[in-house]
């Protein structure tokens, strides 16, 4: 019999300073623990995951995570390279209905694989390390964008690229803008709104910046029109790609400067705001499970996106419902990283009431390039059957024109149909400004 | 501007979506606020309304056995007026994809486990497959499923005394996958017709396995994996090659009947203008006396306000995590709704594993218009109703009456909400 059946020593009552974590040492270094014992195998993770739907090789997010944590605390165990197959886009964490970190313990797992176990003069590692460091090349190619823009689609160079580098040469590198979103906003001296009450703090991205200033811009013009102060701090990438290749070390460095520019801002009454979902969701979420920088937390709890933030500070219907475009119609992709935040249904929520304006969810499939992960020579071909549905969903839609919030999304969208692709901010400004 | 509605629904399962459906169909406007994917896709997909009182069973006529229940039971407060209106809203919504609509009486469905399941309405898949068929049948298991064994499943429906001969065989899907590939691994493949080694279609590979083993069988069941989203094609197709008819059985999680249902609700909602927040969890709310004027998301540790003129709480039982428990009491996280049990938690089960819990009927206390009240009888709250498994009262695993609950709570809160908001 049991003790549960038999509880011998002690009466419920006297039991009830009992902290079940006290048995384990004090744990002061992050391991693969957290939540791994409210997993009671119910599978839903593993019917979520994209990558498990088309690889049947990869093991999916419930042995990536809980299994793999029990199979580590015999100390001899490896990370199984299996976790370089999985693309970060979070959709475990949503299905899994007792809340286990999935996706900390995948980050955690594969930035200890990376720092162990693989070879740091490998193609693979430096392959890795230069994808999810992309902001350097991107401050260095945005310089001279047109020469840069040129020499990254020449046949030759995606030839060098994908035999001596490992990324597909099947993708073209998107384009540089002539002018970063920074270099704009400076030029026209900053923000042309001042307000003691609504102050927002601008966390763009690499991606708005060197290569969608449009973007930026519209984000910009609506906040102002909304009487909103806006600040443009000094930042550095978010973290995802350096995350989903398991560079913590890279991405702890990036992060340790964000927190700090922006916590100071949110001490003088600033909320952060990202139009990239999966910037916000790295402040939202990532940053405290993973760091332990001074601010942390507050920068977690005032980050916002974009469109999120006027729904639930201004009436964003009512303008919407007031306003008219010209005729159009948009195939709209909600990316993984904006499902987790509960953000998948509010573009097109909002936009069925704009006047001129059809757009039709694609879908619940991921797209597949989740970020780095579709640029990989080895993965170009899983990233692709993934998005395969999405594909189909939107050359079934009735608009030839994509509508997504993720950069790398949008990029996928357009290799995968040939569509042009907008962010939902560009339709806001040409409906409110 | 916060965001604003008429009717908030609190949960993401089949409570919540019917009575999101309920307070639409009163012209109001309707906001759903789920936190994870629901319990439907650990579900089987059927909807069983009533099939057993106290442990005696199967019974035929799900009205006639309602009065057979405890006063404190929610079918007693809903009456068989409640019930009825909660299946036609799940008839309207899910359209001709079940059946089981003609009849008040129970249709007897073979599950995974063997058993023979009395219950209301079932996927038009699972149809040829009832137990009250004179037909009889082939059960047909795959190598690599390990949790559904044909053999076991021919043997126990017959040992449940059904009028037909039936028999199991366990052959190899004509893929092979990984040793523990997922049922939607093998749905995928039937749906896309994917190739076999030899090049031909793995549709018809199988038929041709399934033909060898076809003796003078009448109809074929497969463990639920027979396509997703083309699966009326894939069930078309292995029955005109076979020449009998062929038929699903529900499986465990993760369930495809059960993950089907989630995403036709979901488009029964969309349609029906029903508006979605997704992803974050209800923690709180903000109340002006007896009324709850906002729910608090939690969107990422920052709360954020959802208003509303009236709110629904369908956010299930103890496996949804509607009903929360410690070591010292029974709650209800969001409102912090009265669950009556003892204090003593020794109390709140039996040792046998199918006995008579306690724990299995935790749950709020509802009044006649499902609003949750207090230990001394009164509403929690005026703008507050709750339906699903968050009501207590039913022990709808003994009682093969969870969807039933659902519905019928929906209905009742649903519609209520939408009148009065």
């Known amino acids: 019999m049991s003790d549960a059946e038999n509880p011998s020593n002690p009466t419920p009552d006297e039991q009830t300073d009992f ?63 299996s976790i370089t197959s999985c693309s970060n886009c979070m959709r475990c964490d949503n299905a899994c209905p007792s809340s286990v970190p999935l996706s900390q313990m995948h980050n955690t797992a594969r930035g200890e694989y990376v720092d162990e176990q693989m070879d740091k003069l490998s193609r693979e590692y430096l392959r890795n390390r230069l994808l999810s460091n992309y902001r350097i090349m991107a401050e260095i190619g945005s310089k001279v964008p047109r020469l840069t823009n040129f020499a990254l689609n020449n046949s030759l160079v995606q030839k060098f690229n994908e035999k001596v580098l490992g990324i597909t040469a099947e993708r073209d590198f998107p384009a540089f803008a002539e002018q970063t979103f920074r270099e704009w906003w400076h030029e026209r001296g900053g923000a042309q709104v001042s307000s003691e009450e609504k102050k927002i703090a601008y ?15 519209a984000l910009v013009r609506v906040f102002e029109k909304f009487g909103y102060e806006i600040a443009v701090p000094r930042q550095r990438c978010s973290g995802t790609p ?16 964000n927190v700090s ?65 010209e005729e159009q119609s948009f195939a709209y992709h909600a990316p ?15 936009f069925r009431e704009l006047d001129g304006v059809n757009i039709e969810d694609v879908g619940d499939s991921c797209s597949g390039i989740s970020g780095t992960y579709g640029w990989k020579e080895e993965k170009y071909d899983t990233s692709m059957k993934i998005g395969e549905e999405m594909f189909d969903h939107m050359e079934h839609a009735e608009g030839n024109v994509g509508m997504t919030e993720c950069p790398t999304c949008s990029m996928q969208m357009e290799h995968g149909t040939g569509y042009d692709i907008k962010h939902p901010l560009q339709l806001l400004e040409e409906a409110l400004v | 501007m916060p965001i604003r509605e008429d009717v908030l629904v609190v949960g993401g399962g089949l409570a919540a979506a019917t009575a999101a459906l309920a307070a639409r169909e009163t012209g109001k406007s309707v906001r759903l606020v789920a936190h994870k994917k629901s319990t439907l896709r650990q579900a089987s997909g059927l909807i069983d309304v009533l099939g057993y009182v106290d442990g005696d069973g199967p019974r035929a006529d799900p009205y006639g056995a309602m009065a057979d229940l405890p006063d404190d039971h929610p079918y007693r407060l809903v009456g068989e007026e409640g019930v009825r209106e909660g299946l036609r809203i799940f008839d309207d919504a899910v359209g001709d994809a079940y059946a089981g609509g003609h009849t008040d ?44 064994s044909a053999p076991v499943v021919a043997d126990h429906v017959v040992a449940a005394g059904v009028p037909f001969e039936a028999r199991g065989v366990t052959i190899p899907f004509p893929i092979r996958f990984r040793d523990d590939a997922r049922a939607s691994r093998f749905a995928r493949a039937l749906d896309r017709d994917e190739t076999t080694d030899d090049g031909r279609g793995v549709r018809r590979v199988l038929a041709e396995a399934v033909e060898e083993h076809l003796t003078d069988e009448e109809r074929v069941g497969f463990p639920a994996m027979l396509g997703d989203d083309h699966d009326a094609e894939v069930r078309e197709e292995l029955e005109s090659r076979l020449g009998v008819s062929v038929f699903e059985v529900p499986t465990g999680p993760p369930s ?51 208003h509303a003129e009236q709110f629904v709480l369908a956010t299930g039982g103890l496996v949804g995590k509607g009903i929360g428990s410690d070591r010292e009491r029974v709650t209800e996280p969001v409102f912090d709704c009265y669950v009556p049990h003892s204090e003593d938690r020794y109390d709140w089960s039996e040792s046998a594993a199918f006995g008579d819990h306690a724990f299995a009927r935790f749950g709020v206390v509802p009044d006649e218009e499902m609003r949750p009240t207090t230990a001394s009888g009164e509403p929690e709250f005026a703008n507050l109703r709750a339906a699903g498994g968050v009501v207590g009262g039913a022990d709808v695993a003994r009682e093969k009456s969870a969807s039933g609950v659902s519905l019928a709570t929906a209905a009742v809160a649903g519609g209520r909400a939408g009148e009065e908001a």
């Not at chain 1, 507050?298 to 306003?323: C, G, K, P, Q, W």
């Not at chain 2, 599950?111 to 699972?126: F, I, L, M, Q, W």
């Not at chain 2, 979605?276 to 306000?305: F, M, Q, W």
Request: hydrophobic share 35%.
């Open chain 1, 203 to 217: 966390f763009h991205g690499c991606y708005s910046n060197y290569n969608t200033p449009e973007v930026a811009k």
């Open chain 2, 256 to 306: 495809l009947l059960g993950l089907k249902l989630e995403d036709r609700l979901f488009e029964a909602l969309d349609e029906a203008g029903v508006r979605l927040s997704t992803g974050n969890p209800a923690v709180g709310y903000e109340a002006d006396g007896d009324r709850i004027e906002a729910v608090y998301v939690d969107r990422k540790r920052k709360e954020i306000p959802y």
């Open chain 2, 105 to 148: 009486t129970n249709a007897l469905v073979p599950t995974y486990g063997g058993t023979v399941k009395p219950t209301a309405r079932y996927p038009n898949s699972v149809a040829p497959g009832l137990a009250s068929i004179d037909e009889d049948a082939l059960f047909v298991g795959f190598e690599s499923t390990t949790d559904f």
């Open chain 1, 19 to 81: 902290e079940p974590v006290q048995v384990f040492d004090d744990e002061t270094e992050m391991d693969l623990r957290p939540g791994a014992d409210n997993c009671y195998k119910c599978t839903s993770c593993d019917t979520s995951c994209p990558v498990a739907e088309v690889d049947d090789d990869f093991p999916g997010p419930k042995f990536q995570g809980p299994e793999q944590w029990r199979l580590k605390r015999k100390d001899d165990e490896d990370i199984d390279d």
């Open chain 1, 242 to 257: 350096m995350f989903a290749n398991g560079m913590l070390d890279d991405a702890g460095r990036a992060a340790e400067v």
């Open chain 1, 336 to 350: 993984c990283h904006a499902r987790n935040q509960g953000l998948e249904h509010q573009a097109v929520e909002l």
């Open chain 1, 261 to 325: 520019e922006f916590s100071d801002l949110i001490d003088e009454g600033y909320d952060v705001i990202a139009s990239c979902t999966s910037c916000s969701m790295s402040l939202r979420q990532e940053y405290p499970e993973l760091f332990e920088f001074h601010g942390t937390a507050e920068v977690s709890a005032h980050t916002y996106e974009a469109m999120e933030y006027l729904r639930i500070h201004e009436d964003l219907e009512a303008e919407i419902e007031n306003a008219s475009v």
